[in-house]
């Protein structure tokens, strides 16, 4: 399957070509994307159908198949577009560690609905068997909130905050990794306490001498 995105930043898979002197509806393809996050979270993905997505979108099944060619795809598309890959593009600067991680921990949580959470779980079931869905989920929805620890993290390493031995990269991955596995794999709540406890752990991991 060839799943390609515009650049390594893109939000959406790059689309095919369209037949000469054809010019696609624009709102059709709102639609189908609409009809597709609103079918994820009502039924999951195995009950999401293009099927289903063509009765709900108004349109016909084979140019949901012409636009994004399998279900895998146009749902990496549908949830990337749906605003959950987006990301803060300005980091925090409280001037400390804690109050920078607080704030990210803070911003990512809130975006952390239910309706967001199902989202992900069908995200789950596509990236488990396709390696170049999985790249670009990682690239849109993982990558971006690395990125921003990691600056978190270099900003308390410049002024002395954190243990020169530590590896950022590492624990740059700690927070999102713990909040996707108590979403979608422990299903407990994103409570205060919680983050506050992911926070004081990132920060007792990077003052180790």
Same mark, same amino acid.
Request: aromatic share 4%.
């Given at each position: 399957? $060839?799943?390609?995105?515009?650049?390594?930043? #893109?939000?959406?898979?790059?689309?095919?070509?369209?037949?000469?002197? /054809? %010019?696609?509806?624009?709102?059709?393809?709102?639609?189908?994307?609409?009809?597709?996050? *609103?079918?994820?979270? #009502?039924?999951?993905?195995?009950?999401?159908?293009?099927?289903?997505?063509?009765?709900?979108?108004?349109?016909?099944?084979?140019?949901?198949?012409?636009?994004?060619? !399998?279900?895998?795809?146009?749902?990496?598309?549908?949830?990337?577009?749906?605003?959950?890959?987006?990301?803060?593009?300005?980091?925090?600067?409280?001037?400390?560690?804690?109050?920078?991680?607080? #704030?990210?921990?803070?911003? *990512? !949580?809130?975006?952390?609905?239910?309706?967001?959470?199902?989202?992900?779980?069908?995200?789950?079931?596509?990236?488990? *068997?396709?390696?170049?869905? /999985?790249?670009?989920? !990682?690239?849109?929805?993982?990558?971006?909130?690395?990125? #921003?620890?990691?600056?978190?993290? $270099?900003?308390? +390493? $410049? %002024?002395?905050?954190?243990?020169?031995?530590?590896?950022?990269?590492?624990?740059?991955?700690?927070?999102?990794?713990?909040?996707?596995?108590?979403?979608?794999?422990?299903?407990?709540?994103?409570?205060?306490?919680?983050? +506050? *406890?992911?926070?004081?752990?990132?920060?007792?991991?990077?003052?180790?001498?």
């Amino acid at each position: 399957m $060839d799943a390609q995105v515009q650049d390594p930043g #893109a939000s959406r898979i790059a689309e095919p070509p369209g037949r000469p002197g /054809r %010019r696609r509806d624009p709102s059709v393809d709102d639609r189908v994307i609409e009809a597709t996050l *609103e079918l994820l979270v #009502a039924g999951g993905f195995e009950a999401m159908t293009m099927e289903a997505v063509a009765t709900r979108a108004g349109t016909g099944k084979a140019g949901i198949y012409r636009r994004w060619g !399998t279900k895998q795809v146009l749902v990496v598309d549908a949830v990337l577009r749906s605003g959950l890959g987006a990301s803060d593009s300005v980091v925090p600067d409280s001037g400390t560690l804690r109050g920078d991680l607080t #704030a990210i921990v803070g911003s *990512e !949580t809130a975006k952390a609905t239910r309706q967001k959470t199902r989202l992900l779980e069908g995200l789950l079931v596509v990236i488990r *068997e396709d390696p170049q869905l /999985r790249a670009v989920v !990682t690239n849109a929805l993982i990558e971006p909130r690395v990125a #921003a620890i990691r600056t978190a993290l $270099d900003r308390a +390493h $410049d %002024r002395g905050e954190m243990s020169s031995s530590v590896d950022r990269e590492t624990l740059a991955a700690v927070l999102p990794s713990m909040l996707f596995y108590r979403l979608l794999v422990s299903r407990e709540p994103v409570t205060r306490v919680w983050q +506050h *406890e992911i926070v004081d752990g990132i920060i007792a991991w990077a003052q180790r001498r």
